[in-house]
Nanobody
Framework: QVHLVESGGGLVQTGGSLRLSCAAS????????WAWFRQEPGKEREFVAG????????LYADSVKGRFTLSQDNAKNTLYLQMNSLTLEDTAVYYC????????????????????WGQGTQVTVSS
């Protein structure tokens, strides 16, 4: 059973940066796909960024492309999301997710694709 714990959220002004971390434990080595999602109150969970083993590049939502960078340190079993040039629209709870089997790339943006989820970390961007 994979256990995911996010950290690094907080309050930041527009234009600022944050780095989110997702520490994973429990059978992480055979998990194929990893992603970050975010959710605002009353809205559906939205794909932010993801990566999959044997896929050459990370995927990003258009809204964060060029500002956010996804990375992973396998030695530390940690997934990161570096967020730069933050805007008010980035305010949300951010969730880390993982999936055991390898999804097709087109399925990576769907929250239903993922088997394991963290508890979320709040990111608030203020003007």
């Amino acid at each position: 059973q994979v256990h995911l714990v996010e950290s690094g959220g907080g309050l930041v002004q527009t234009g600022g940066s944050l780095r989110l971390s997702c520490a994973a434990s429990g059978g992480t080595s055979n998990k194929c796909a990893w992603a970050w999602f975010r959710q605002e109150p009353g809205k559906e969970r939205e794909f932010v960024a993801g990566r999959r083993r044997s896929f050459g590049s990370n995927l990003y939502a258009d809204s964060v492309k060029g500002r956010f960078t996804l990375s992973q340190d396998n030695a530390k079993n940690t997934l990161y999301l570096q967020m730069n040039s933050l805007t008010l629209e980035d305010t949300a709870v951010y969730y880390c997710a993982a999936r055991g089997g390898c999804p097709i790339v087109s399925e990576m943006r769907r929250s239903q694709t993922y088997d394991y989820w963290g508890q979320g970390t709040q990111v608030t961007v203020s003007s």
